[in-house]
């Protein structure tokens, strides 16, 4: 709780909603007639319109990207340490649009909104997204913020693969693509994963099939389970045994059934934190549209033809910790760019830390992507 | 279900019980009176007594690790891949025993045998294990058998840990340790992999503290969820890949909800056969035991110094598609055995298979184990 927010903040922000009155077609064929989408904008568009950055999010995050929302707020958005005055995304160069995505839980309209046929929750009978719908979605908050084209699209994990959506998808609409900690598709033990995680939550009795909130009960027990899973796979064994080591938790026993590491302590007090905030149909959409998105599937599983129409340059980057998003994940993308003779340019950042990586302040990172950040303002001449 | 079982088989086998009345007292200073021990042996007792091999299971694993029980036995025990005539462990040459771990749930004592206190099932009352009594409940069914000295105790996984715990408690008692995919102790991410196991089954609510055997339910979504977890661990993400790609389940839709991929449908159907067979007190009380081994610990973490009481023959091997215990962990107790001067093999075998490799019917891997196994039996002259 910052009693002087610091000066590198965006500073207090508020979020924004915008709602759509035309019909939006997914992929699938379902079609919804009008939606919301929660946003947040830091930073001034610039005259010309073409200092816009558009920051996709990644599986469990929102629009909250940047600054507090209240002095009483205890930690800023997700990309804090990127997004602000002099960081990598130099707020004051920069429009930077963070919206949540559409099946999300944060204000975007998403399986606990009312589904205005039923007068109930959608639940599960949301559509089923995919990354291409979601890209859709952000194309006409574009079109409504007056943006043409983006000068850079930006994520990390599933937000790096909308940003490859985005340069396939909309190719003149964007100027870069940064691409972060993602991989072309899902590998088995990526699914496998996340089909643990689905399974724990469908498999809670309060799950109820997916109408929990007509039962007044949240799958708590399965939203904990997903997420202390999920944790596992955002870190690294060595960022793991840097924090926790062995350590006994405070107070634990040293022995028997009732000793406790302070890694599980860590994970059960995240577990439960997330099952108090997240939606768990939501959970489910969104790690469905991670395990589909798969651009060379229709190109007989070639990535080259898949981004055969990307202008965008690109940046991509990787970390050596991250055992979910390889490195070698990340190369293949720039292989297959490489080969559409695009502009490419690939980091591969050595650090202990895991898939988590991306979010954080970590020096030769926010080097490297500052470096590109500022040359692609030079280039607008922001 | 061979109608002739194979040529090189131990054959049908039939599992014994040994029953002992006098007490043993755990390391945490709980005592049961009296106890059974599960097992099986194959091959032939030497007059000298001295052909004698203890194979110590793994986690989830039991005392039938050959031959058939059955002809209609679909599958042969779990290490037939390893133990038989002519196979690495040769049942022409050895006496081999495998004892079903005390707290297990295949004929040894366990949380689901009767409490002859209460009358009831021990459920979580069941004293808390460390690998040290394992290895003496093993000392004293080798007494009754009339073994003084193992030729060898072999152990892959858990069981190597076993194995190298038998090399430090009883230096006398074993001539070779043989220690397969093992690590001196479990690192933080291997902790929290058990600890999301442990919090599917206790957070299931038929679990009942532990004493769902009074309700007449199991929990078996948490048992589920802790076996589908498990087989995520010991696959690798390149054996996961080979085996099942990106393929469809048969008869699966091809996008939304219902999507169903190969891998999850066989991490289900592994889960859910678990849950039928395997009891749930049995699982929390051996994962803790796992998180538990470190055998250093009483000695400033040096694992030097823990082994420095051991003078058995080293036979260590690691998988390096095997990233829940990797090489660089077996490497680290071949340092330990070499500073203490003792004689060591090291067999590190390039494989894509995960921590399961030790199970498998791998060429490199047999001929390494069988090459050492036959060396062995020239010293005994079997």
Redesign the interface.
Known sequence: MPETLPPDSVGLVTPQAMTFSDPLEF??GAVIDDYTLAFETYGELNAAHSNAILICHALSSHHHAAGYHSMDERKPGWWDNCIGLGKAIDTRRFFVVCSNNLGGCHGSTGPASTNPVTGKPYG?GFP?I?VKDWVRSQSHLADKLGIDRWAAVIGGSLGGMQAMQWSIDYPERLAHAIVIAAAP?????N???N??AR??IK???DFHDGDYYGHNVIPE?GL??AR??G??TY???DS??A????ELQEGSPT???D?E?Q??SY??YQ?SKFAGEFDANTY??MT?TL??F?PAKEYDDDLTRALARAQAKFLVMSFTGD?RFSPERSREIVRALLENNLDVVYARIEVDEGHDAFLMKIPQYLQVFGAYMQRLARELGA
Do not use: N
């Not at 598709?185 to 033990?189: D, E, G, I, K």
């Not at 924090?243 to 062995?246: A, D």
């Open positions: 992929e699938s599960r089923d995919v598709r899902l590998s088995a033990q699914i496998a994963f089909e643990v399974t724990a498999s809670d009795p027990r904990r389970l202390m899973l944790h596992i870190l690294s064994d793991m045994h924090r926790f080591g062995r022995r028997g059934y000793m590491f890694v599980e994970l059960r577990g489910l959409l469905k395990d589909h798969d055992w």
